[in-house]
């Protein structure tokens, strides 16, 4: 069973460095999965924020590129979610989660974290 | 603004069948296969429908999804209390990004 765990910082400062990181266990980081980073504002929908492959390519939502990295620690088995110059509209709850491609054109999210709220206040 | 449109809400009655649509474009739907999710409240997404129409293993077959073109569509049929949930597609967008729709509220009447 695949499980995904994210952790970090609940309270962030405006102007400030969001950093998250999540704990997979049941498959490996170094699979031949992509690994998404999602998020979703109280009371909104869901906002894809990028995504990892282990070797490290990367795709990010051209909204947020500027201010995100994402890494994966491989010895770890953890992925890590940093998003800079933070303000309120970045308040969410951000999940990490498993992505599947069973063809280039064949992108979904099978396995999901619990989510973390992460909000960005004085 | 989402990439992909949703109606914000939908309903009905327990044991009918409803549907939700899904628009996108040429860059996404039109060119990239649709998933589905369910969340209810306080929960994280689940995935009940991938590559348009196939359903993972634990789903029930009251749940199908379909796509057209540009468009999609969520089906539950047999409707029960337990899915009363917001309901999101999504697909990849031939310019390097996952996009959702904005959700539809499902309510069981």
Redesign the interface.
């Known amino acids: 069973q695949v499980q995904l765990q994210e952790s970090g910082p609940r309270l962030v400062k405006p102007s400030g460095t969001l950093f998250l990181t999540c704990d997979v266990s049941g498959d490996s980081i170094s699979s031949s999965n992509w690994w ?1 980073w ?1 998020r979703q504002p109280p009371g909104k ?4 924020i ?2 990892i492959y282990h070797v490290g390519s990367t ?4 909204s947020l590129k500027s201010r995100v990295t994402l890494s994966v620690d491989k010895s770890k088995n953890q992925l890590s979610l940093n998003l800079t110059s933070v303000t309120a509209a970045d308040t969410a709850v951000y ?1 990490c989660a498993r992505g ?1 491609y ?1 063809s280039p ?6 396995y ?4 973390t709220l992460v909000t960005v206040s004085t | 603004q ?1 990439a992909l449109t949703q109606p914000p809400s939908a309903s009905g009655t327990p044991g009918q069948r409803v549907t939700i649509s899904c628009f996108g474009s040429s860059s996404n739907i039109g ?3 649709v ?1 589905w ?1 369910q969340q209810v409240p306080g ?5 009940i429908i ?2 348009n129409d196939q359903r ?1 293993s634990g789903v029930p077959d009251r749940f199908s999804g379909s796509k057209s073109g540009t468009s999609a569509s969520l089906a539950i049929s047999g409707l029960q209390s337990e899915d009363e949930a917001d309901y ?1 597609c ?3 967008d031939d ?9 539809t509220k499902l309510t069981v009447l």
């Open positions: 998404s999602v929908g869901l906002e894809w990028g995504e795709n990010s939502n051209p999940y599947q069973s054109s064949d992108f979904y999210l099978d999901w974290g619990q989510g | 989402s060119s990239n296969t998933s999710y929960a994280a997404p689940k995935l991938h590559t993972p999101y999504s697909a990849w310019r390097l990004r996952g996009v959702f729709g904005g959700g």
